[in-house]
C-alpha cells in the first residue's frame, strides 16, 4: 500500500502537468482512437483492438494501429511484418499484424514520432493506438478504456497492491468504458454499478464477452479438431476463461502457466515435455504462438496447436459511436 501511494502519487504529479499545459499534448488533424485500460493487463485488449480494426476496414476506412511493442528488443519507429520474431517487435504487435493481415500495424515507443510517420507513409484515415492511455504526448480524438469483469476497475486498487497504473478517478480521461471479459451468467449488479458510473461521467458504456475461434495448427495455418486430451502452456495475464473453455472441449492433462510476456526457452519445453511425454497435442493462445513459435522444434515436439481468443460485444452501442466519430473527424472535415 504505501508503495502504492507513492507510486499513484508520481503519476498524479505527472497528469497534473499535463492538465497544466507544463507538459505538452499533441493533437492531430486525424481520427486518433486510443484503446487503453487503467490496470497493467489481463482486460483482453488485443482483441478488441483487433474487432475495432476489422470494424473500421469492413467500413471502408484505412487503418494503421500503432504500439509501443512491449518487450521488443528494438527500438524506434518499425513496420511489423507477419514473418516478424516477437523479440524483435512484441509479441502483442505481432499477434495484431497475424490476425489483421490486410492493416499496417507500427511500433514505436514514442507515439508523437509514430504518428507524425504513420501519416508520412501510409496517410491513414484513422490511427488506432494500442494501450496509449497513461502515453498523455498524445491527445486522442476518442479514448476508450477497458476494465475486465472480474477485476473492474473501481474495486480495485494501485500497484503493487492491486493492478491499477494510476488513481480510480482518472477514467475521467476516456469517453467510452467496456466491461470486458463478462461471463454468459454475468451479474446485473456489477453491470449496473459501472453502468451508474459512467453515466455519471457522461461515458459511453458498453460490455463485451469473449468467444473462441476454430483451434488450428500454427505452422501449417490449417484447422483441426480438438484432441482428446493434451498439454496447455499459456503466458498471458489471466487465463482462467481461456483455460475454462478448453476443459469443456477436451482433457487437460496440464496447464503450465508462465506470467505475461514470458520469453519461452527450449529448455523449459523440454521439461514439460519430459514430465508428459512428447506425444501429448500442445495448445496454447495466438499472442503465446508468436514467442513460442521462435523456439519450437517441430521435428522433436510435434505440432503447436493455436485457439484464437475473440470478442463479441454484447450492449452492442460502441461500435456505432466509433464508426460516427471517425466519419464526423475525417482528415478535412
Not at 469443456?248 to 519430459?274: L, Q, T, W, Y
Not at 495448445?283 to 522433436?300: G, M, S, Y
Not at 515436439?301 to 481468443?309: A, K, R, S, T
Request: charged letters at 25%; aromatic letters at 8%; a negative charge.
Amino acid at each position: 500500500m504505501p508503495l502504492g501511494l507513492l507510486y499513484g502519487g508520481i503519476m498524479e504529479v505527472r497528469n497534473a502537468m499535463y492538465n497544466l499545459g507544463i507538459l505538452r499534448s499533441h493533437l492531430f488533424d486525424i481520427p486518433v482512437i486510443c484503446i487503453g485500460n487503467l490496470s497493467t493487463g489481463g482486460t483482453g485488449k488485443t482483441p478488441h483492438v483487433i474487432h475495432w480494426c476489422e470494424l473500421l476496414e469492413k467500413s471502408g476506412y484505412h487503418v494503421v494501429v500503432l504500439s509501443r511493442g512491449y518487450g521488443r528488443s528494438t527500438k524506434g519507429f518499425r513496420v511489423v511484418d507477419r514473418h516478424d520474431l516477437a523479440s524483435d517487435v512484441g509479441d502483442e504487435p505481432l499477434e495484431m499484424k497475424q490476425a489483421l493481415k490486410s492493416t499496417q500495424v507500427v511500433v514505436c515507443e514514442d507515439r508523437v514520432h509514430g504518428i507524425n510517420e504513420i501519416q508520412r507513409l501510409f496517410s491513414p484515415d484513422v490511427i488506432v493506438m494500442d494501450d496509449g492511455m497513461q502515453h498523455r504526448a498524445v491527445e486522442p480524438g476518442m479514448t476508450i478504456c477497458l476494465s475486465a469483469y472480474d477485476r473492474p476497475y473501481d474495486r480495485d486498487m494501485i500497484f503493487p497492491a492491486g493492478d491499477l497504473r494510476e488513481f480510480v478517478h482518472n477514467i475521467h480521461r476516456a469517453d467510452a468504458l467496456v466491461l470486458s471479459k463478462c461471463p454468459e451468467s454475468e451479474s446485473a449488479n456489477t453491470i449496473e454499478r459501472i453502468q451508474q458510473k459512467t453515466e455519471k461521467a457522461k461515458m459511453i458504456f458498453d460490455t463485451s464477452r469473449l468467444k473462441y475461434g476454430q483451434l488450428y495448427d500454427f505452422h501449417l495455418n490449417i484447422p483441426v479438431d480438438f484432441p482428446l486430451s493434451g498439454l496447455v502452456i499459456t503466458g498471458i495475464a489471466n487465463s482462467d476463461s481461456f483455460i475454462r473453455y478448453l476443459r469443456s472441449k477436451m482433457r487437460i492433462i496440464d496447464h503450465v502457466a508462465f506470467r505475461d510476456h514470458h520469453n519461452f526457452r527450449e529448455e523449459e519445453i523440454r521439461s514439460i515435455f519430459a514430465g508428459h511425454g512428447v506425444e501429448n497435442a500442445v495448445i496454447t493462445t495466438r499472442k503465446d504462438a508468436t514467442r513460442l513459435a521462435q523456439i519450437w522444434n517441430r521435428e522433436e515436439w510435434g505440432e503447436l496447436y493455436v485457439l484464437p481468443v475473440e470478442i463479441e460485444m454484447i450492449i452492442n452501442q460502441l461500435d456505432q459511436k466509433i464508426l460516427e466519430y471517425v466519419e464526423s473527424t475525417k482528415r478535412g472535415k
